[in-house]
């Protein structure tokens, strides 16, 4: 991993690394971009001393989506759009599928790409002057709609992409999409102590968690909670199980190093 990036910050504080998006003006997603972000989720998923990560944003924009002017440029082909096309997935699944949780800290609109980014996160926080739209429809792009469904009813996720609407930060509040809606100087720092709590337990059990969460969202109830006790198998044969199961009936607190 390297030290610095062209449309990235990084910052590691104890187990907790934050990744601010960093493209002036509004933060445009662009190959380079994507390129970028998917290579810093691998390298923190990868490292034992990050245990959770922060997603945010410079600027006053979170992210307003795919850079059109590139989109513009692409010759439909010569495999030029396949090739963008897939940087563009694994990007997106980078952060959703990284090993360590990722609470969004999201400041100022997320607007097409950059909702779906957003949307990737395990945990959302965002400021009250921010507005998620997936405007697709008006700029002849077709995408995101996955994301929508596993995040809203089937209505309004239709009604969002058929008429391109802003949705503000209090309205994701009221359908429990994000966790809160809060003064833009206070974002950041709720989810950053969210991270840092979640730093503070079993990144066994945390990892497990994440990777279950992910797995049986495609899943069919019975074959869900089937994986789900087979992961309960696999952490039971562990130390850290072993130790915590004792410490909860003796009622006392898990051993240092657990």
Known sequence: MKTAY???EIS???HVATVSLARPPVNAQNRPSRIELTEVFDALGDRQDVRAIVLTNT???FSAGADIKERAG???EDGDYILHNRITREYLYAVQDCAKPVIGAIRGPAIGAGFALMMCCDILYASDDCFV???EVNVGLSGGMKFLTQHFGRSYARFMYLTAARVPAAELYRLGVIQAALPREQVLEAATTVARDIASRSPLAIQTAKRGFNVVQEMPDRDAYRYEQGLTIDLSRSKYAQEAQRAFVEKRDVAAGE
């Open 133 to 135: 739209q997936m405007p």
């Open 74 to 76: 692409m010759a439909a």
């Open 12 to 14: 590691i504080d104890g």
């Open 6 to 8: 062209d449309t990235l």
């Open 59 to 61: 600027g006053k924009v």
